[in-house]
Structure formats: structure tokens, C-alpha cells
């Protein structure tokens, strides 16, 4: 089954518009949720939904309102709010360009990928593709996406474009705030050698599929074991003591040359381990070597 286009509409750059179709870069990981159970009968906990002194209410007379003053709203009708008139909706405007490493990581939201709607789109979207990497640019705009209008950026990604959401100014925590007790004195210049040597070890090309969410695969365990102790209660296992906050003073220098001992401490790609030399097999005909006699000690004079 093809996948359903997120959003379709046009990016438009000046007069030029190009037709195109966003679809999600990412997708839900595997996890483990749960439900609440009355345990008694176990039975599952279900919700309703209630008005205070009315009790549970129908679904067709629950509306959206928007909360004006305090206890007080205004009602809104799902065809009011679909009337609002944005332009945004159906096309993306870009109005300005930036480069590509200027915007901080702290804003990037979720990716989408971008594809020409159709043949004849093409050509305008792989002019806009290669021109971004030429300029090493990335295009800004604003869009209205599932109820709310986001900022968003444009980048080439392949042989296809790359759209993310941008959080607003206001929703990102200034970062000094959370900095600024962090002194700044210079680290030592010996520690920051084996510190740099210690990454340059552990340097290796990025591989997602490495990674994987060790909670989830725990918990699945966990749910396999309850399965077979039949409702007994499983004992958890003894878990290593982590170390107590300013109990030891850890020797930073003695810590980060003891890493570069470890074997783990090598990079992703390092070198295979060499298996151990055998020992060269004796010749049965080989005679062990003639004894040699003592020396005499020489009689002191």
C-alpha cells in the first residue's frame, strides 16, 4: 500500500510555484505501552467522558471553546475553524534563505520528506534541489500544518528535498539560564589530549541500526518472564551500585587513561583482534640440545 501524502499543496518561489506532496520522515519505534486493569476482576479501566454535575455526556454535544476569562468560553464549530483563512495551507512561501549551519539544533522539530506532485513538477523542484546545495542554503517559510501554522526549512537531501519544522523563539529555553554557574577556566592541557585521543578512538561512521531501545527490549523480557512465573512476581535483578555524588573524587586523569586501556575504547571500524599465534609443532626427529655442563669455580688464590 503506497503511502499517504501528509500534506499536498506548492512551494513557491517568486512566481515560481512547484506543485509537491510531504510525507513523514519518521515513524513510531517499537514500545511497549500499557493499560490500567482493575486488578479484582481484570477487567480493563475505561473512560468516560463527563460534565461536573451532569455525569457522562453524548460525543455530538461536546464542542471546542476557547477560554476568555476564567470558567468562561467561547464556542467554536469545526467549520468556523476550518473557514480561517491562511495561505499557508495550501502553499509554502519561501521568503527568505540562510545557511546551512546557522540555525541551532535547539529549533529543529520533526522532518518530512518533499517530492514533486508530478512529471511535470519535476524539473522546477530539481532546480530548487540543486540550487540549495550549490549555495549551501537553506529556505525558510511558514506553513499550516494539522491546526497550527509552524515555521519550516528547506534542505536537499539526496535526490529529494527535506522539510522540517522549526519551534518558535518562544518555545525554546534560553540557555543561560541553565549555563551560566558553569565556570570558565580552562581545562588542563594534558587532560584535554587524552580526552581528544580517547574520541579519535571511538571516531566511527554513524550506523542507527547499532542502536536500539535496550527499555523496550527490558521490558519485553520482563513481560515474558511474568508470562512464565504464571502472575508471580518476578524478582528484579541486582543492578551495579552506581557511583555516590562527591562520595569518591574521582582522578579524572587516572579515569581517562585507564578508558584508553580498554578494548572498548577502539572505534567501530578499528581492526579485527588477530587470533593468537600457535605455537610451532616439534619435529619428532628433533633431538633436544646437549646439556651443558656447570663452570667450575675458579679456587681462590
Given at each position: 500500500?503506497a503511502?499517504?501524502?501528509?500534506?499536498?499543496?506548492?512551494i513557491?518561489?517568486?512566481?515560481?510555484?512547484?506543485?509537491?506532496?510531504?510525507?513523514?520522515?519518521t515513524?513510531s519505534?517499537?514500545?511497549?505501552s500499557?493499560?490500567?486493569?482493575?486488578?479484582?476482576?481484570g477487567?480493563?479501566?475505561?473512560?468516560?467522558?463527563?460534565a461536573?454535575g451532569?455525569?457522562?455526556?453524548?460525543?455530538?454535544?461536546?464542542?471546542?471553546?476557547?477560554?476568555?476569562?476564567?470558567?468562561?468560553?467561547?464556542?467554536?464549530?469545526?467549520?468556523?475553524?476550518?473557514?480561517?483563512?491562511?495561505?499557508?495551507?495550501?502553499?509554502?512561501?519561501?521568503?527568505?534563505?540562510?545557511?546551512?549551519?546557522?540555525?541551532?539544533?535547539?529549533?529543529?522539530?520533526?522532518?518530512?520528506?518533499v517530492?514533486?506532485?508530478?512529471?511535470?513538477?519535476?524539473?522546477?523542484?530539481?532546480?530548487?534541489r540543486?540550487?540549495?546545495?550549490?549555495?549551501?542554503?537553506?529556505?525558510?517559510?511558514?506553513?499550516?500544518?494539522?491546526?497550527?501554522?509552524?515555521?519550516?526549512?528547506?534542505?536537499?537531501?539526496?535526490?529529494?528535498?527535506?522539510?522540517?519544522?522549526?519551534r518558535?523563539a518562544?518555545?525554546?529555553?534560553?540557555?543561560q539560564?541553565?549555563?551560566?554557574?558553569?565556570g570558565?577556566?580552562?581545562?588542563?592541557e594534558?587532560?584535554?589530549?587524552?580526552a581528544?585521543?580517547?574520541?579519535?578512538?571511538?571516531?566511527a561512521?554513524?550506523?542507527?541500526?547499532?542502536?536500539?531501545?535496550r527499555?523496550?527490549?527490558?521490558?519485553?523480557?520482563?513481560?515474558?518472564?511474568?508470562?512464565?512465573?504464571?502472575?508471580g512476581?518476578?524478582?528484579?535483578e541486582?543492578?551495579?551500585?552506581?557511583?555516590?555524588?562527591?562520595?569518591?573524587?574521582?582522578?579524572?586523569m587516572?579515569a581517562?587513561?585507564?578508558?584508553?586501556?580498554?578494548?572498548g575504547?577502539?572505534?567501530?571500524?578499528?581492526?579485527e583482534?588477530?587470533?593468537a599465534?600457535?605455537p610451532?609443532?616439534?619435529?619428532?626427529?628433533?633431538?633436544?640440545?646437549?646439556?651443558?655442563?656447570?663452570a667450575?669455580?675458579r679456587?681462590?688464590?
Amino acid at each position: 500500500m503506497a503511502a499517504r501524502a501528509y500534506w499536498q499543496g506548492q512551494i513557491r518561489l517568486a512566481l515560481v510555484s512547484i506543485p509537491v506532496e510531504i510525507y513523514s520522515a519518521t515513524k513510531s519505534g517499537a514500545q511497549i505501552s500499557f493499560n490500567q486493569i482493575h486488578e479484582p476482576s481484570g477487567k480493563r479501566i475505561k473512560y468516560e467522558k463527563v460534565a461536573p454535575g451532569i455525569g457522562p455526556v453524548d460525543p455530538d454535544e461536546i464542542k471546542r471553546g476557547f477560554e476568555y476569562e476564567k470558567g468562561s468560553y467561547v464556542l467554536l464549530e469545526d467549520e468556523e475553524i476550518d473557514a480561517v483563512k491562511l495561505e499557508s495551507k495550501k502553499t509554502l512561501e519561501l521568503t527568505q534563505f540562510v545557511d546551512a549551519d546557522e540555525i541551532d539544533v535547539l529549533y529543529f522539530e520533526k522532518p518530512y520528506y518533499v517530492v514533486p506532485a508530478d512529471d511535470l513538477a519535476e524539473e522546477a523542484f530539481i532546480v530548487l534541489r540543486e540550487a540549495l546545495k550549490r549555495t549551501r542554503k537553506v529556505g525558510l517559510g511558514q506553513l499550516a500544518l494539522r491546526g497550527r501554522e509552524y515555521i519550516v526549512s528547506l534542505k536537499p537531501c539526496g535526490r529529494g528535498i527535506v522539510l522540517e519544522t522549526l519551534r518558535y523563539a518562544d518555545e525554546v529555553n534560553k540557555a543561560q539560564s541553565y549555563f551560566r554557574d558553569i565556570g570558565d577556566a580552562q581545562p588542563d592541557e594534558e587532560l584535554l589530549d587524552l580526552a581528544e585521543t580517547l574520541i579519535a578512538k571511538k571516531t566511527a561512521p554513524f550506523k542507527p541500526d547499532q542502536f536500539h531501545d535496550r527499555y523496550v527490549d527490558a521490558l519485553k523480557d520482563l513481560v515474558q518472564k511474568k508470562l512464565k512465573a504464571k502472575g508471580g512476581k518476578v524478582k528484579p535483578e541486582p543492578e551495579d551500585e552506581a557511583p555516590k555524588r562527591g562520595s569518591n573524587v574521582v582522578d579524572l586523569m587516572a579515569a581517562l587513561k585507564k578508558s584508553l586501556e580498554k578494548p572498548g575504547a577502539q572505534s567501530g571500524d578499528a581492526e579485527e583482534k588477530k587470533p593468537a599465534r600457535k605455537p610451532a609443532a616439534k619435529s619428532p626427529a628433533a633431538k633436544p640440545p646437549p646439556r651443558r655442563a656447570p663452570a667450575k669455580k675458579r679456587a681462590a688464590g
